[in-house]
């Protein structure tokens, strides 16, 4: 069974989710912008968190039979990036999550998802 790309934006917030990661926020881009049909950030407390809470996601991506385009910034742990193609996952550490606040750039997106 191939997950729709909603069904797939659920599934990395719950993974997140189940790793505690912070203000889990899902952003609708449809009709907003050809990068993706949804982004998902959220933030951990420490680089281990971090790591985390991207190989919970990957695991669960993996699980479903997704392709993982991507990651970048596991080593470091400051901002994991994941591709799952139309879902593309922002896994911050904290400060960093302040510094960029992503959600402001796309803030004529629509917050499907605040957890």
């Known amino acids: 069974m191939t997950l729709t790309n909603e069904q797939l934006m659920q599934t ?10 912070m203000n889990i926020v899902a952003l609708d881009l449809r009709g907003i ?14 680089d281990t968190q971090v ?13 479903e039979g997704v392709t ?3 990651i970048e910034g596991m080593d470091s ?5 994941m591709d799952l193609g139309d879902v593309v996952v922002h896994v911050f550490h904290r400060d960093e999550r302040e510094y960029y606040n992503i959600e402001r ?3 004529d997106a629509k917050v499907v998802e605040k957890v």
């Open 12 to 21: 990395a917030v719950d993974a997140a989710n189940d790793k505690k990661a």
């Open 33 to 46: 912008s050809l990068v993706a049909d949804y982004f998902v950030i959220c933030h951990g407390n420490s």
């Open 51 to 63: 790591q985390a809470i991207a190989t919970e996601i990957r695991k669960r991506a993996h699980d």
């Open 68 to 70: 993982i385009k991507g």
């Open 77 to 81: 742990a400051r901002w994991v990036l």
């Open 105 to 107: 750039l796309w803030s």
